[in-house]
């Protein structure tokens, strides 16, 4: 509950929204990892995303900026082919959102004091040292790309499934702010732990694919 009123608050300015909701993503891996979870705590890792992901932020504005045009010329009827434009760019608009949601759940969390594991880089993101060969020395999937792009990968490439997950939560609320704006808090918070569900979903099916097999696995 909590998480949803802190990520809603962060998000009012709007440029904040996607580093907004990697706070929040990252307030629940930490929550998940057994360390601290406070306001403080949210505000440094809001402090972190917002420094970290203003560019991104920036960027998936003015993707959506775009699309929301594309969709204002499908919808006046001036060009031929109206409806057909206007359901290929609501498509559009879900992919795009949904790839800015990826793209903000796997900005790292503030470091705390000790190098608790909270603080540990998130699935999907590489650190500083691991920027291209993970511990188990396969290549990490998109390694030196944009994190729009990656995510945009992982969106519509990689991981369909986990987007249709996250989409699905983006129904929900829309329907919850629809029946009760205040619901519109709660479903954000519900909204950030699917993002963090659906991330770690991925990376652990990257993993078991990349991971070698037992030795004598599939001999008769």
Avoid: K, N
């Amino acid at each position: 509950m909590l998480t949803g009123v802190w990520l809603l608050l962060a998000a009012l300015p709007l440029v904040t929204l996607l580093p907004a909701f990697a706070a929040a993503c990252a307030h629940l891996r930490r929550h998940l990892a057994g360390g601290r979870g406070g306001l403080r705590e949210f505000t440094a890792d809001l402090r972190r995303a917002v420094r970290t992901g203003l560019r991104l932020s920036l960027g998936w504005w003015a993707g959506l900026a775009l699309l929301a045009f594309d969709l204002r010329v499908a919808a006046s009827g001036v060009l031929p082919g109206g409806p057909v434009m206007l359901v290929a760019g609501a498509a559009a608009t879900v992919l795009w959102v949904v790839t800015g949601l990826r793209a903000a759940a796997t900005i790292p969390a503030a470091p705390e004091p000790g190098g608790h594991p909270a603080a540990r880089t998130p699935p999907g993101r590489s650190g500083p040292s691991d920027r291209s060969v993970p511990s188990g020395g396969a290549p990490v999937p998109g390694a030196g790309r944009s994190p729009l792009r990656e995510a945009l990968r992982r969106t519509a490439v990689a991981d369909p499934g986990g987007s249709a997950l996250l989409a699905g939560g983006l129904a929900v609320v829309a329907v919850a702010a629809w029946q009760l704006l205040p619901l519109a808090a709660p479903a954000l918070g519900c909204l950030a732990a699917c993002a963090v569900a659906v991330e770690h979903r991925y990376e652990e099916r990257r993993r078991a694919a990349a991971a070698p097999l037992p030795s004598g696995a599939g001999v008769p």
